[in-house]
Nanobody, 121 residues
Framework: QVQLVESGGGLVQPGGSLRLSCAAS????????MNWYRQAPGKERELVAG???????TYADSVKGRFTISRDNAKNTVSLEMNSLKPEDTAVYFC???????????????WGQGTQVTVSS
């Protein structure tokens, strides 16, 4: 089994910053991708930012230039630095990782429990 534990959510004023962190633990042989998703009330879950092995990163258009994803492969962690936050960034943010537990490299999706980010004055 693999566990993802997120931290760093909270309440912030518009224009402020937050940093989310996610640590993966358990039976980990290889991690392919680590991503951040979010889900606002009444909306579908959407990809916010993602990173794969190597330097590949991707961002939703709505967060480009404001959010930065970073990954520490040695520690199996991923972070999301969020700047210039807007009320529309309010959502539950979920960490996601595609993990293989042994040399067969069969990757499975794992999710964290989610952390609330609220942007409000």
């Amino acid at each position: 089994q693999v566990q993802l534990v997120e931290s760093g959510g909270g309440l912030v004023q518009p224009g402020g910053s937050l940093r989310l962190s996610c640590a993966a633990s358990g039976r980990i042989f290889s991690i392919n991708a680590m991503n951040w998703y979010r889900q606002a009330p009444g909306k579908e879950r959407e990809l916010v930012a993602g990173t794969r092995s190597g330097a590949y990163t991707t961002y939703a258009d709505s967060v480009k230039g404001r959010f930065t994803i970073s990954r520490d492969n040695a520690k199996n962690t991923v972070s999301l630095e969020m700047n210039s936050l807007k009320p529309e960034d309010t959502a539950v943010y979920f960490c996601n990782a595609k993990v293989a537990s042994d040399i067969r490299l069969t990757y499975q999706d794992y999710w964290g429990q989610g952390t609330q980010v609220t942007v409000s004055s």
